[in-house]
T-cell receptor, first 111, second 113 residues
Framework: DSGVTQTPKHLITATGQRVTLRCSPR?????VYWYQQSLDQGLQFLIQ???????AKGNILERFSAQQFPDLHSELNLSSLELGDSALYFC??????????FGPGTRLLVL | GQNIDQPTEMTATEGAIVQINCTYQ??????LFWYQQHAGEAPTFLSY????GLEEKGRFSSFLSRSKGYSYLLLKELQMKDSASYLC??????????????FGTGTLLAVQP
């Protein structure tokens, strides 16, 4: 158990819908990261937040957005969902510039 | 641009040694990580190299050559539970609070009896 929690574990929804994934970092970690893992593309970095501010961005679609709240938990919002958005979404956390520890992931299926 | 290459699949025998290679071309290199991932589960941290040389941690060792853009993960005394995907990841950025990891597609290792 890494200490990072993610909810929900599974999510099934329809195309065009919007969903919110939630992540609680390990105690004391100020940085939160979001990754997408699909079968054909491996683990893709989406975005990093540090103490409430966006710190680094990867190939995150405009339909996706994230934020980190004052209590340091983070949410990833996915809108106008497409079939290709079906994937495992991982959250990770770390202290400043150290090893990232991954949560168990949210498995999203878009039908 | 960024490019990280690893073999797609490898097979090894229980009790043996296996070396998984990773080559990379990235901008702003700031360290290399190896993670293990069992199917459907979260990646778990194995090792970290930022300077050239070998880092040993029990049955696992990792090597880095920054001038060659090359790393390997060495697994000794293989066990069946080592069957998993091994992900090489490069950290980009100048430091500070930015901590962006770029992952390779992973090497799926099958350990056979």
């Amino acid at each position: 158990d890494s200490g990072v929690t993610q909810t929900p574990k599974h999510l099934i929804t329809a195309t065009g819908q919007r969903v919110t994934l939630r992540c609680s970092p390990r105690s004391g970690d100020l940085s939160v990261y979001w990754y997408q893992q699909s079968l054909d593309q491996g683990l893709q970095f989406l975005i990093q937040y540090y103490n409430g501010e966006e710190r680094a961005k990867g190939n995150i679609l405009e339909r996706f957005s994230a934020q980190q709240f004052p209590d340091l938990h983070s949410e990833l919002n996915l809108s106008s969902l497409e079939l290709g958005d079906s994937a495992l979404y991982f959250c990770a956390s770390s202290p400043v510039q150290e090893t990232q520890y991954f949560g168990p992931g949210t498995r999203l299926l878009v039908l | 641009g960024q490019n990280i290459d690893q073999p797609t699949e490898m097979t090894a025998t229980e009790g043996a040694i296996v070396q998984i290679n990773c080559t990379y071309q990235t901008s702003g290199f700031n360290g290399l990580f190896w993670y293990q991932q069992h199917a459907g589960e979260a990646p778990t941290f194995l090792s970290y190299n930022v300077l050239d040389g070998l880092e040993e941690k029990g049955r696992f060792s990792s090597f880095l050559s920054r001038s060659k853009g090359y790393s390997y993960l060495l697994l000794k005394e293989l066990q069946m539970k080592d069957s998993a995907s091994y992900l090489c990841a490069v950290r980009e950025g100048a430091g500070g609070a930015t901590n962006k990891l770029i992952f390779g597609t992973g090497t799926l290792l099958a350990v056979q009896p």
